[in-house]
């Protein structure tokens, strides 16, 4: 059986406590892998070769080299793009016609974005009048912010874990990275790819394990830690936060959501519901800004409940390397547990069930993997606790609105602010709603629509700070102002 090991000081090793866990494909429940749980010692080895490759070579690269290993660092992605894909749909379940598209192809272009950008972008400087008239000049030089502890989670493993390390690395740190303990392949193999691309020893390292009592609750606690960006549940960025707290450590978190779609009358349907269905479905459900409250003006009410119905049904369920396959299984038989309490649960809360609502029959080979059917609701109340709270699964409440202004109260009725769609040919009352609406993703006609220049995150209990562009340099690195009296 092929054994998972930490990736620390730029070789892969074993765990001192000699504690392994299993690497579970949820597409058949099949166990694929050992891998080695990180405790305090591995987080200790991984943050000390981390502050020692920024005192080393990494930290004296000229820019430009710097950025030439992030390129190749891509390359290498590129050229070893089916190990990545196949790792990562073994761990996933995801079907490789979206993993092929999304997952592997963004996992290497974060490194190219992240390195062409900080190449380009200016600081800051002010001249200033003193009394002795000779004036003083003020310019800002931006540095590496040091050791970045880096807490990824499952449902795209490879693409948001180099959304933070692309451009954490960019910016001249060193990272330890603690990826989720449902997926940790491609983020073992990466570590192949930084040695190959001439990336120093010490700058990624890696420890696996769990949350709390494991390697991801004693990275953020770790002292040595200078920040933590953490992609993941809400409640898990509460424990973070106060982890961090000692030290006063900066944290950058992408939280959860229940992201609204809001359909007006006059929306090109087609292209709504395509968007919906992706929204609702793509990834079985399971992504962050996915779309789990859908709002319809009252005249399509019933043409997109039934045409939504339709599309959800006709998805194709099935094993990733079928290329007709667009719906996998969810992460876990834990994850589904979860999810189907809250299929039920929408019973109990008085839904109708549209379709789906719980497990498909499928062949005896995927007997004992995660799957579960799309679902879709109506004729909930707006305090149901499945229209409040996320589920993270392949399902959305449909409810009827009548007017703007409550369509808008409707939206933002939740605690979280993550991300919202609008569906409507008018734009001028497209940019009148998204004005309203607290979400920091928002789209227009549109969905996952992503140019990684602009500024990713969001508002309320969805996250803290902005990473994308320009914005996520603001956390990787640090500005110190420098006057020099002339
Ligand atoms: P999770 O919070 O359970 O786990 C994420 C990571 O945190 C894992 O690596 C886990 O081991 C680690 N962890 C758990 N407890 C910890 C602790 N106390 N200290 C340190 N580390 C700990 O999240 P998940 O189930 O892997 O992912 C699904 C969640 O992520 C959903 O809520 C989803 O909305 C959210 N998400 C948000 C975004 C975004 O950009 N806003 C993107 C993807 C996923």
Known sequence: MKEIRHFINGEYVASESGRLFDDIDPATGENIARVHEGGKA?????????????????GHLPI??????????????????EEFLAAECADTG???????????PRGAANFKIFADLVKNVPTESFHMDTPDGTGALNYAIRRPKGVIGVISPWNLPLLLMTWKVGPALACGNAVVVKPSEETPQTTALLGEVMNEAGIPAGVYNVVHGFGPG?????????KGVDAVTFTGETRTGTAIMKAAAEGIRDVSFELGGKNPAIVFADADLDQAIEGTMRSAFANCGQVCFGTERVYVERPVFDEFVSRLKAGAEALKMGPSQDPD???????????????????????????????GGGVPEMPEAFGGGAWIQPTIWTGLGDDARVVREEIFGPCCHIRPFDSEDEVVGLANDTDYGLAATVWTRDLARANRVVRRLEAGLLWVNSWFLRDLRTPFGGMKSSGIGREGGVHGLEFYSELSNVCIKL
Request: proline share 2%.
């Open 325 to 355: 396959v667009n719906f996998g299984p969810l992460i876990s038989q834990e994850h589904r547990d979860k999810v189907l309490g809250y299929y039920r649960l929408a019973e109990e809360e008085g839904a109708t069930v549209v379709t």
């Open 64 to 81: 430009a080299e710097r950025m030439a290993r992030l390129h190749r660092v891509a390359d290498r992605i590129n050229e070893r793009f």
């Open 214 to 222: 494991s390697a991801g609750e004693y990275l953020t606690q770790h």
């Open 42 to 58: 591995e987080i200790d080895r991984a943050v000390a070769a981390a502050r020692a490759a920024l005192d080393g070579e990494w």
């Open 94 to 104: 995801k079907p490789r016609s979206m993993a092929s598209h999304i997952d592997i």
